[in-house]
């Protein structure tokens, strides 16, 4: 209710509400519970959290026919072995012409090399352990062999083959001689000695070279150079002699350039038999019961190959290092998954094999538990090193599960914080980015719709954090979150994310500003409450934010409210679920013999409630809330609100159509539809004064006080003893409650005949008690009673016919120290400044000129006490 601010004070003219409302001065617009125009909170719209973890939820618009699926089978045959080759490598076919050898100068030199040939017994292939031929097979990745170096015809069937050969003899040596023997320089090398083949050992090496040509290549001792000579060379055996037999043959010196790189690939050969392989060799022969000794491997392996700078596409064991690493993930268990995960990504797959490992991880995360693992892994920097600098195009669907396995574990508060820590929002706002860049008629552009469900849904989470959303806001995600919702306006499922982030945005100053700061935001708002009007989940909180858009200032109200269609908007939804709401609760009360009290409101309530906000926050402005007033679908609905609903039924909703309606009923404007119902709504009031609730019984006061300015509600109040709750709600002890029915009472004094009601249920005295009570902290109230009172006695002919002498000398005494009251008492109550300076204000030009005014009358009328001298005025 608007407290009069008239300063003619010599006036004797009953005091009543101006109908127009007065510029407020900035010490006036401080937010008050009582201000006769009032925003209305809500509360932001509940996320249930869903049961599983799924790419896309149960309430998804997706079909599983158009949606990539969350669950999978995923095996070793599922990645391949062709990424595991190095980026600069060819693989090389056998060749057709006869090969000569490189240091061959006579013939009978080269009658007397002896070739190691080809197993040709099925049987014996058989002979060899799993582990033992897994680890001697063939790298998938030919090298480069040096110029002029050739392979005889009878070698081309085992260029090619693939099986490993017997090694009976081998097998049966122990893990460390095995491997000294697979890689002999690594033993030979301090002494600076290489290992040569001559006749002596050609016996006892048979066995070894007709299971090791193809992953061990030889070399041959002829005049004063080594040459080397086999096919494809396994990753156990490095490439060093090749190269150094190369550069010998053309004459290069050895302190040549690539002398250095040869010995700097020596160096890491070496390490890679020392500390690489045995590792390898352990997972190959482990028992695959025994999960905790994989987990350990794994890790060793993951710490000697970020120890030897071995991550990446550039070291030579890279090859059979994967294929080992593929192998066990069809041991299928989770924490050894992650295990494997994270070596396969440091080692850069890429193509197939990183969607699969990426699938891997997704599976894993599905399940709530492994968030422990995944983050004593630190598997979350490897999934966001995937989205930084994969590329898009080739790998988006990689980048789906990558980004699905992310969100899965955002829900995790302890996993939630460490992505914000490691720049989850950035990386996630670029990626964005790039999704945005990419045009319609892209081929991958609607694939990409699936990756921005879970992006938009991992951001939702993020926001949850004050640091996330200033990182938001500083990188300008705001912007393109708009973007991408104008680009995908018809996907339900991300204009709802979406929405859901702007909701959470929307409840802070800063972040509802910058919302509103995009000049298009009530155009795409209005848009997708048209489209998607059925979608209760996204209605509701568009219409949440729009609450809270309107909430904060004039200029917003008036930029929705010009927007074309806004209010037609408003209405139509008002309807469509004003509409499903009364029949929800027409088949409930059909099909329930005993009606159970609902604990919260309804989807459909729930959408009304955030509807009513929104008008109550337009009526605000000047013009919009008496265009809304002289709206008959906007009232009406309003009023129907009231006649189905009861407070117990929903109490938020009935409070906020209340006080909307209070809002309007503010407004005398030509053709008020308020003004031509306004006797069907006191009648609706009633209800709520007869409840038991103090902010509905508040509410319908606070219209009542707008009504009572037309005679026809005075007489209503009058005839239907709706005063006497006035009188009584004095007692309230309550000061938003006793201004409100104060100021019912102060309209009713206007008319002479209606002044002594005041009398009855000891009127004067509950006024006196509040003026006693909440004066010297609450100027506003303390001028609404000292203004009913001067109504009430206009035509005083003593001071005895209208006050009892207790509260003749009460209002005396109070007065007179109510007025003398210096800057100190008004401004010594531990408020801020500008609250002190509006109190200051409140007492300077309402209070004063009115308590000054009535204590002079019932001085002049009361000759027991003696005229009491004002000082200051």
Known sequence: MQSSKNKNVEKSEPFYRPSVPKQKTSAEIINEARNALRTLRTQRPFTPREDQRKLFGSASSRTPDNRPPSTFSLHASSFESGDSRLVSGTRLSPLDHKPKLLSSSTKDEDSSISFPKPPVNPVEVRKVSSARARLCRTASQGYLLPDKIFLPDENKEQVNSEEPAPMDNLSRRSNRSYLAELNPRSSAKDDGIPLVYNEHNKAEEQDFLKGAVTTSPLQFKSGSDQNKIGDKPSSNLSLTDWNKSGNKAEGKSEGSEDDSRVNETEEEENYWNVKILPIVYELENEIEDNIENLCLACTSLHEAL???????????????LL???????????????????????????????LLNVCKLVFKISRNEKNDSLIQTDGLLDSLLEILRIEDLHTNHEAFLYCTGAIKFISGNAVLLNELANKG???????????INNIKENDTCFSNLGHLLVQLTATLRNLIDLPRSRCQLLCCSAVSELWVVLEQRLNDKDICTNIVRIFSKLSSYNDCCAALADYSRCYVLFLALLNKHQKKQDLVVRVVFILGNLTAKNNQAREQFFKEKGSADTLISLFQTYNELDLNAKKEKHEGEQNKTKQKHPSEGDDILIKLIRVLA??????????????NHHVVALLITVLEYKSIDDCEELVINATATINNLSYYKVRNSVIEDKKLHIAELLLKLLMSSNMDGILEAVRVFGNLSQYFEICDFIIQRKVYKFMVALLDAKHQDVCFSACGVLLNLTVDKNKRPILKEGGGIKKLVDCLRDFG???WQLACLVCKTLWNYSENIASAASCFEDDDINTLLVLLASLLVTDEELALDYGFDRDLRNYHKLC????????????LKRIQNHHSILQPITITGG
């Open 776 to 778: 010297p902290t609450d």
């Open 323 to 353: 294929k080992t690493l593929y192998k066990l993930v069809d041991i299928g268990s989770e924490p050894l998954g992650l295990k494997l995960a994270k070596i396969i990504l440091a080692l850069k797959v890429s193509g197939k094999n």
């Open 306 to 320: 970020e120890e030897g700078n071995m991550f990446g596409k550039k070291f030579k064991g890279r090859s059979v």
């Open 843 to 854: 007492w300077e030009t309402e209070f004063k000129p009115v308590a000054q005014k009535l």
């Open 617 to 630: 926050n337009l009526s605000i402005h000047p013009s919009v809330g008496a265009a809304l007033a002289a």
């Open 424 to 434: 989850g929002v950035e990386i996630m706002f670029q990626l964005m980015k790039r």
